[in-house]
């Protein structure tokens, strides 16, 4: 009966064990961290990517936010009044703010950092930038300044 209901290994003397040797857990060890140096890497290089993706997108919805206010007040917030112009109204809009033009407030880029807003801008009226990653101007890669224009 005991042959029928369990079939392990035999030990010396005949006995029947359960389990698995150490030699077994030990290959299975090393081909989980083979799989892990294979995957993770590869999944860390999509994070960077995906923050990027995070922080164009957050940069879109403050255009859009500002062209609204632009649409109410007749001009886009100058660079001292900044992006808080978005959740209170300036004092030299009072009147024409019909605001709050974002839901939640204005928030940091996916690293943390607050994004700077100067108006005009290099290349138009105003210019939102995240300086990536590193928080400093310039870089390349994650660490590469993301502009509005």
Do not use: C
Not at 59 to 71: C, H, M, N, Q, V
Not at 84 to 99: I, R, V, Y
């Amino acid at each position: 009966m005991v042959s029928q209901l369990y079939r392990g290994a035999t030990r010396a003397g005949g006995a029947r064990s359960a389990g698995f040797t150490l030699l077994e857990l030990l290959v299975v060890i090393v081909i989980i961290g083979l799989l892990a140096a294979y995957v993770g890497p590869k999944y860390f290089s999509q994070l960077g990517k995906s923050e990027v993706t995070v922080a164009r997108a957050q940069i879109e919805a403050f255009e859009k936010s500002l062209d609204t206010y632009r649409l109410d007040v007749g001009r886009y917030p100058t660079t001292e009044e900044g992006l808080n112009a978005l959740m209170s109204a300036p004092p030299t809009a009072a009147g024409k703010w019909n605001g709050p033009y974002l839901k939640k407030g204005v928030p940091a880029d996916p690293w943390g950092h607050a994004y700077q807003y100067r108006a005009p801008g290099t290349k138009g009226e105003y210019e939102i930038v995240s300086l990536g990653k590193d928080g400093q101007p310039g870089g390349t890669g994650e660490a590469a300044d993301i502009s509005s224009q």
